[in-house]
T-cell receptor, first 114, second 115 residues
């Protein structure tokens, strides 16, 4: 009964490169959430997806960031042309259907932009 | 706009003490509230989930209460141990339209339990 899986756990990119972060939800979960934790800050919501649909992207920066959750495979958070300010821990969570259901978090991907 | 505040930001206690961590939120329209534990460089471990209709939840040495009308929750840790040292995060799920189910987090309380 594997939990939420994220890879890679650590990712180093140079400014201007692309970063791809992957999240596999818990078995049976069809809702995925991405959060970002900047140094010395709390976790901030970025985007909420269900299979093949973006439900709420109100926390996503307007440029360079995109997310998808295809019918098959993991959810992907993609950051184009990374800048130093993108350095953070990115957490994925999943839940089964319904607002009352608990969100379970993955171990996170720590992105460092040189 | 929902905001979550946790006080204190840091707390250091000797082993064996009972302690209380505080969380407040500005809008009482919530589905539920969760307490998490985060160890340095690690992910989040869910400790307790309280639905808006509930007043408290207990798990082992942990007890969380919820007073939705006043916008407050407390996490009580009994007989603290050095292994309890971590950052404790409080998060609420706002009741809002549009189908969003996001969590709004506080910045956390960093707890150190000294042997």
């Amino acid at each position: 009964n594997a939990g939420v899986m994220q890879n890679p756990r650590h990712l180093v990119r140079r400014r201007g490169q692309e970063a791809r972060l992957r999240c596999s939800p818990m078995k049976g979960h069809s809702h995925v959430y991405w959060y970002r934790q900047l140094p010395e800050e709390g976790l901030k919501f970025m985007v909420y997806l269900q299979k093949e649909n973006i439900i709420d992207e109100s926390g996503m920066p307007k440029e360079r960031f995109s997310a998808e959750f295809p019918k098959e495979g993991p959810s992907i958070l993609r950051i184009q042309q990374v800048v130093r300010g993108d350095s953070a821990a990115y957490f994925c969570a999943s839940s089964s259907q319904g607002a009352l259901n608990e969100q379970f978090f993955g171990p996170g991907t720590r992105l460092t932009v040189l | 706009k929902q905001e979550v505040t946790q006080i204190p930001a840091a707390l250091s206690v000797p082993e064996g003490e009972n302690l209380v961590l505080n969380c407040s939120f500005t809008d009482s329209a919530i589905y539920n509230l969760q307490w998490f534990r985060q160890d340095p460089g690690k992910g989040l471990t869910s400790l307790l989930l309280i639905q808006s209709s509930q007043r408290e939840q207990t798990s082992g040495r942990l007890n969380a209460s919820l007073d939705k009308s006043s916008g407050r929750s407390t996490l009580y840790i009994a007989a603290s141990q050095p292994g309890d040292s971590a950052t404790y995060l409080c998060a609420v799920r706002p009741r809002m339209g549009g189908g969003s189910e996001k969590l709004v987090f506080g910045k956390g309380t960093k707890l150190t339990v000294n042997p």
